[in-house]
């Protein structure tokens, strides 16, 4: 970034290379972030920084001694499946891998298992992992937002389902808190209640249609090619608005004293009306 507060040094690194291990040099603390979020054009090379990058933040935390490593992976590493109960506890098995061809809930599902192995072969480091839903905010945009927000009606498969949401600034939150914090292990995150695809519909004033999945496939395709989505996004993505993917918070609230400051649909209707004004800014473009 251009600017940067003083207190911090910014340093641009692959995440895969052998300096990352110096550049983490001295640090009590290491918060791993970086992820291929949108749609990759080169899947093997996602994988790469997604996991390989992984493992070497991990090992450099280990050879530089970290005394506790904190890594986002995410509520789709559950995976989207018929079978899901509601509101899912952190020992929850996780089958985001099993979504064949969603390269985000696959590389998040694997990411999360080497970190725990990574945690019990290296029991004096204390690892915390992180589990947020969909993480929505004033500057989000990706190919999460633009599927909820791009397209002029919400197609509303086999069920109704619910989806939670959860406010960058409250993942933030709940970062420090770990980062302070004596507890290690996963934890779930999201803001309180849950927006199904009909209320999604209401809030953004858009009609919602009830779409059989065989259908479902064209009209995605159509829009990928029309511009509306992302040209790479696969269709294996209609697993997650077909099948619950929601998440018990006990945990988190209970052991970490953490409780979102917006509620789903707070940060669903902050994030839609912040990405209306910004598309309206720029003459409805994407």
């Given at each position: 970034p251009s600017e940067f507060m003083d207190s911090i040094s910014f340093e641009k690194l692959d995440v895969r290379s052998p300096?990352?291990?110096r550049a983490m040099k001295g640090a009590d603390i290491v918060i791993h972030l970086a992820f291929v979020l949108n749609p990759p054009k080169d899947r093997e090379v996602a994988r790469s920084i997604n996991l390989d990058g992984t493992r070497n933040v991990l090992s450099a935390a280990k050879k530089n001694k970290v005394k506790k490593v904190i890594v986002l992976t995410s509520a789709s590493a559950y995976g989207a499946h018929p079978d899901n109960?509601?509101?899912?506890?952190e020992d929850h098995p996780l089958r985001g891998d099993l979504n064949y061809g969603f390269w985000y809930s696959e590389d998040k599902a694997v990411q999360d298992r080497i970190t725990q192995t990574f945690a019990k072969e290296n029991p004096e480091i204390s690892v915390f992992i992180v589990r947020p839903v969909i993480v929505f905010g004033e500057n989000v945009n990706n190919f999460i937002a633009q599927g909820f927000f791009n397209p002029p009606a919400v197609s509303i498969l086999t069920k109704n389902i619910p989806f939670?949401?959860?406010?960058?600034?409250?993942?933030?939150?709940?970062?420090?808190?770990?980062?302070?914090s004596d507890l290690q292990g996963p934890f779930n995150l999201s803001g309180d209640g849950v927006v199904t695809l009909k209320r999604a519909a209401e809030i953004m004033n858009k009609p919602s249609l009830k779409v059989p999945y065989p259908l479902q496939v064209p009209m995605v395709n159509l829009m990928k090619r029309l511009g509306i989505l992302d040209k790479n996004l696969p269709n294996a993505v209609l697993d997650f608005f077909r099948y619950p993917w929601v998440l018990d918070t006990t945990r988190a609230r209970e052991e970490l004293n953490f409780s979102a400051h917006l509620s789903s649909e707070e940060t669903f209707r902050r994030a839609w009306e912040s990405?209306?004004?910004?598309?309206?800014?720029?003459?409805?473009?994407?």
């Amino acid at each position: 970034p251009s600017e940067f507060m003083d207190s911090i040094s910014f340093e641009k690194l692959d995440v895969r290379s052998p300096d990352v291990e110096r550049a983490m040099k001295g640090a009590d603390i290491v918060i791993h972030l970086a992820f291929v979020l949108n749609p990759p054009k080169d899947r093997e090379v996602a994988r790469s920084i997604n996991l390989d990058g992984t493992r070497n933040v991990l090992s450099a935390a280990k050879k530089n001694k970290v005394k506790k490593v904190i890594v986002l992976t995410s509520a789709s590493a559950y995976g989207a499946h018929p079978d899901n109960p509601l509101f899912m506890k952190e020992d929850h098995p996780l089958r985001g891998d099993l979504n064949y061809g969603f390269w985000y809930s696959e590389d998040k599902a694997v990411q999360d298992r080497i970190t725990q192995t990574f945690a019990k072969e290296n029991p004096e480091i204390s690892v915390f992992i992180v589990r947020p839903v969909i993480v929505f905010g004033e500057n989000v945009n990706n190919f999460i937002a633009q599927g909820f927000f791009n397209p002029p009606a919400v197609s509303i498969l086999t069920k109704n389902i619910p989806f939670q949401f959860i406010h960058e600034i409250d993942v933030a939150r709940a970062i420090v808190l770990m980062a302070e914090s004596d507890l290690q292990g996963p934890f779930n995150l999201s803001g309180d209640g849950v927006v199904t695809l009909k209320r999604a519909a209401e809030i953004m004033n858009k009609p919602s249609l009830k779409v059989p999945y065989p259908l479902q496939v064209p009209m995605v395709n159509l829009m990928k090619r029309l511009g509306i989505l992302d040209k790479n996004l696969p269709n294996a993505v209609l697993d997650f608005f077909r099948y619950p993917w929601v998440l018990d918070t006990t945990r988190a609230r209970e052991e970490l004293n953490f409780s979102a400051h917006l509620s789903s649909e707070e940060t669903f209707r902050r994030a839609w009306e912040s990405y209306k004004a910004k598309r309206k800014k720029n003459g409805f473009k994407k």
